[in-house]
T-cell receptor, first 114, second 110 residues
Framework: DAGVIQSPRHEVTEMGQEVTLRCKPI?????LFWYRQTMMRGLELLIY????????DSGMPEDRFSAKMPNASFSTLKIQPSEPRDSAVYFC????????????FGSGTQLSVL | QQQVKQSPQSLIVQKGGISIINCAYE??????FPWYQQFPGKGPALLIA?????SEKKEGRFTISFNKSAKQFSLHIMDSQPGDSATYFC?????????FGTGTRLQVFP
């Protein structure tokens, strides 16, 4: 398996633009997680899905953030409109069995909002 | 109660030395304690994990020591190598959450 695949690897956009981050989890995994990493706040859980259903989105910072998982092999994280404070590395991860099992992380999307 | 406190923030060790990173948690509902390793430009990767029914787990040069009564756990890297230079995150989890520590940047010099 190729592991968790995220795209794009880098995204540079201007404030106010819509940004869509994409993730393909490992086949067969039933949990998918979106994390954000910044120097100030470390690794923060934004939202997670179980069997394509959103379970907890309490970490989503604002209504500008939304996430979907239309099927077991694809998820998106959308920011609309984007702001400079959204600049961070966004990671997608997947696991078989949830938080108490091994999480496999993608290589992340480095987002810069100017 | 959801925090995981990690120290030190950075660590410099000579090749062959022992690296020690410490973590503490407050929520007794946590029952799974993994350590993740992250190299620049990569996502975190699971290094080793422990459940609270044991006090120590060893995998190669990496050992987790767990003190349930003190709510503390630590990672020991024996015979540290330059290839171990990375950022290490402890974490604590239960069925609903996985909370990461703030990270320790380890540099191992030849």
């Amino acid at each position: 398996d190729a592991g968790v695949i995220q795209s794009p690897r880098h995204e540079v956009t201007e404030m106010g633009q819509e940004v869509t981050l994409r993730c393909k989890p490992i086949s067969g995994h039933d949990y998918l997680f979106w994390y954000r990493q910044t120097m100030m706040r470390g690794l923060e859980l934004l939202i997670y899905f179980n069997n394509n259903v959103p379970i907890d989105d309490s970490g989503m910072p604002e209504d500008r953030f939304s996430a979907k998982m239309p099927n077991a092999s694809f998820s998106t994280l959308k920011i609309q409109p984007s702001e400079p404070r959204d600049s961070a590395v966004y990671f997608c991860a997947s696991s078989w069995g949830g938080f108490r099992e091994k999480l496999f992380f993608g290589s992340g999307t480095q987002l810069s909002v100017l | 109660q959801q925090q995981v406190k990690q120290s030190p923030q950075s660590l410099i060790v000579q090749k062959g030395g022992i690296s020690i990173i410490n973590c503490a948690y407050e929520n007794t509902a946590f029952d799974y304690f993994p350590w993740y390793q992250q190299f620049p430009g990569k996502g975190p990767a699971l290094l080793i994990a422990i459940r609270p029914d044991v006090s120590e787990k060893k995998e190669g040069r990496f050992t987790i020591s767990f003190n349930k009564s003190a709510k503390q756990f630590s990672l020991h890297i024996m015979d540290s190598q330059p290839g171990d230079s990375a950022t290490y995150f402890c974490a604590a989890a239960n069925t609903d959450k996985l909370i990461f520590g703030t990270g320790t940047r380890l540099q191992v010099f030849p």
